[in-house]
């Protein structure tokens, strides 16, 4: 059914197409309207509608979506959200359900006795050490030392196509059959990572600004005991989840990022010892944030994939190293070696088979991804007992 059909549906008839109880609309419209009156603005109005029938999904919808288009002037009701193009009918169903469910009067009334809970925030990230993995073996003992390495994912940000067809020209997302939800991810983008940092703390003080999407790294690499009858691995090791970036218009082509909303991240590691090499293997997990999982939504009635990058840090007795740079085609990611970058993995790049392949995986699932750089690099000798860089 087009949008036009829908919009020309009366309530009744509307409440059987989603497979609703005849009442749900108007109680949701009313429920709504309760709230806006209470003094909440929309966007807040969804944010309480989400924290009380507990769906995350919803939340999404309301902190990411409703935003963009509560400043556009396009939202003022629920009824508006019929206006969403190639909105999945049963998302749209479960929205009204939540909206029809939810306890104004015990909502406002925790609002009014100051419940209105914590605000999200960047949470601590620490560093972690992993003092000792060994691996006996016959022979001699000398210690190598490799390079520190790291990667960020990210998203480019283009205000609307326009500005990217002005920019790189058209390509798989502007000629996409959902290019209208496309467009909302990359609204959300990110600025370029820079070309270098100065260390780890540098590395991490870049990403508290929260214009990135997920970030790693490996560090103070040591192998030692090479030649002797135990090897010893030390290294250090950091993940972090990023942001999703909540935009309003401000003018024409001008807009102001007004919060960034939390992604969710599962990390991992392991190591995997060969017979003249180790192997460091560090991924996370993480969900894009809002706007990318909202476009998922309106394109396939899913929600996004979880999307990944791992690090497989390679080194061996002779001193060799070789860092293998992974991940899901979605986002961008940029790989550093040293602190200096030596390459970018553009999603830009993406065919529509890779575009669906992300955007169709399914809720919670793992998209299709693959190595995207493999780089040699040298360990120097160093003792057991030096200091950290």
Not at 23 to 47: E, F, K, P, V, W
Not at 285 to 296: A, E, P
Request: overall charge negative; charged content about 20%.
């Amino acid at each position: 059914m087009t949008k036009a059909e829908l919009l020309a549906l009366s309530r009744g008839e509307l409440a059987k197409v989603l497979n609703l109880r005849s009442g749900d609309l108007r109680t949701a419209q009313s429920n709504y309207n309760r709230i806006l009156g209470a003094g909440y603005d929309a966007h807040t109005t969804m944010l309480l509608l989400g924290r009380a029938t507990e769906k995350p999904d919803f939340v999404d919808v309301g902190e990411v979506y409703l935003t963009r288009m509560i400043a556009l002037g396009k939202v003022r009701s629920i009824g508006d959200l019929l206006q969403i193009r190639g909105i999945h009918t049963k998302r749209l169903s479960g929205i009204v359900e939540a909206l029809a469910a939810v306890d104004v009067d015990g909502l406002l009334a925790e609002l009014e006795a100051g419940g209105e809970g914590e605000e999200d925030g960047a949470g601590e990230f620490e560093e972690t050490e992993v003092p000792g993995d060994t691996f006996e073996i016959s022979g001699g003992g000398s210690c190598w030392c490799g390079p520190d390495a790291a990667a960020i994912g990210w998203i480019p940000y283009y205000i609307n196509f326009g500005w990217m067809r002005a920019s790189i020209g058209d390509n798989a997302y502007t000629r996409h059959p959902n290019a209208g939800a496309l467009d909302t991810v990359f609204d959300s983008g990110n600025q370029p990572p820079p070309d270098s940092f100065g260390g780890a703390d540098a590395f991490r003080r870049y990403l508290d600004d929260y214009d990135f999407r997920a970030a790693l790294y490996i560090r103070n690499v040591k192998l030692c005991g090479c030649g002797s009858g135990e090897r010893r691995l030390t290294y250090n090791y950091f993940t972090r989840g990023g942001y999703t970036p909540v935009r309003v218009l401000l003018a024409p082509n001008t807009k102001a990022t007004i919060t960034h909303c939390a992604g969710v991240e599962a990390p991992g590691i392991e190591t995997e010892w060969g017979g003249d090499d180790v192997t460091i293997r560090l991924w996370i997990r993480f969900k894009l944030g809002g706007l990318t999982n909202f476009g998922s939504w309106v394109m396939t009635g899913e929600w996004a994939p979880w999307a990944w990058m791992q690090m497989d840090y390679i080194i061996d007795c002779s001193g060799r190293v070789r860092i293998e740079f992974r991940g899901s085609y979605i986002p961008s990611q940029s790989f550093y070696v040293g602190w200096s970058k030596v390459a970018t993995r553009s999603m830009l790049n993406n065919n529509k088979a890779r575009i669906d392949g992300f955007l169709t995986a399914g809720d919670c699932q793992t998209p299709p991804g693959g190595l995207h750089l493999s780089h040699p690099a040298r360990a120097i000798p160093c003792d057991e007992d030096d200091s950290e860089a």
